[in-house]
């Protein structure tokens, strides 16, 4: 039941974009009543206390890379949702509720889906002062990312591009899956060293930054309409999971190289892997 969790799957940047853009439809304007923490293990946070929310409303939601901020009329709750986490509202809590606020439109249920625990959610009057917000870097959809910016931050990096992408202090919302098609769209190696990159290949990588995470965000808003139960079913990739599929560009075979414990995949013709 939970296969689809088991390997490590974790929301990315349209992901996040699209349960906040929900959350946002949904939820705005909502007053919360109650709060019931049936796992406490999903607070990572103990002042201020979770029941200050009771009587709050949702005034608006912000993403950061992959964590979604929820305003609440000065209080925040910063959400990451992990390798399991899931968002769901319903008139019942579900046996793996970890946590739920009681509002005027139904429950706004935090689940965990798997026995990986990974979900985390904290409580703040300024989510800037939290360490883990502060180390991220420019959100991959910012205009503050670059070419220049990807230039300048690139100099000294020897590692290969594709573990740049997903460091999120260098861009944050990009992560194992969304790596690969955005090089292969920019035709690059995702084994060239960053500071490698001519300027050419610079700009490219920031056109197609773009331009995989909002198709991405476009196919997933067509998946689950106003849903919150986003999850990451990802097919519309061209080379993630593709292997032994032929390149749609260029027909050759995409590729996978093993690395840690994920796969890198890759047209080897179309981004120039020996
Ligand atoms: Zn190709």
């Known amino acids: 039941m939970v296969k689809s969790y088991s390997g490590g799957m974790m929301p990315e940047l349209p992901e996040v974009e699209v349960l906040k853009r929900n959350l946002k439809k949904r939820l705005t304007g909502a007053r919360i009543e109650d709060v019931s923490i049936t796992k406490p293990h999903i607070l990572k946070s103990v002042k201020p206390h979770f029941t200050a929310l009771i009587g709050k409303s949702f005034k608006d939601f912000e993403r950061r890379g992959?964590?979604?901020f929820f305003d609440m009329d000065g209080l925040f709750l910063v959400y990451h949702g992990g390798l399991s986490g899931i968002l769901d509202l319903r008139d019942v809590p579900t046996r793996d509720t970890s946590f739920y606020l009681k509002t005027d439109r139904g429950l706004l249920i935090f689940r965990e889906l798997s026995t990986k625990k990974t979900a985390g959610i904290h409580l703040t009057e300024n989510p800037e002062t939290l360490p883990f917000i502060r180390k991220l870097g420019i959100d991959a959809l910012s205009v503050d990312f670059s070419p220049d910016y990807i230039k300048n931050r690139l100099r000294r990096r020897?590692?290969?591009?594709?573990?740049?992408l997903r460091d999120q202090?260098?861009?944050s919302g990009i992560g194992r899956a969304y790596a690969n098609d955005i090089l292969?769209?920019?035709?690059?190696?995702?084994?060239?060293?960053g500071k490698r990159l001519t300027d050419g290949e610079i700009e490219s990588l920031h056109y197609s930054t773009?331009?995989?995470?909002?198709?991405?965000?476009?196919?997933?808003?067509?998946?689950?309409?106003?849903s919150l139960e986003i999850k990451e079913k990802r097919d519309f990739l061209i080379v993630y999971r593709k292997k032994d599929q032929p390149c749609p560009v260029c027909g050759d075979t995409i590729q996978w190289k093993s690395y840690r414990d994920?796969?890198?995949?890759?047209?080897?013709?179309c981004q120039g892997v020996e």
């Open 66 to 68: 992959k964590y979604i």
């Open 169 to 171: 202090g260098f861009v």
């Open 262 to 269: 994920y796969a890198i995949y890759y047209c080897p013709s």
């Open 158 to 164: 020897r590692e290969w591009i594709f573990n740049i």
């Open 210 to 226: 773009r331009i995989v995470l909002k198709r991405a965000i476009e196919a997933i808003e067509r998946l689950y309409g106003d």
């Open 184 to 193: 292969f769209e920019a035709k690059i190696s995702p084994f060239k060293p």
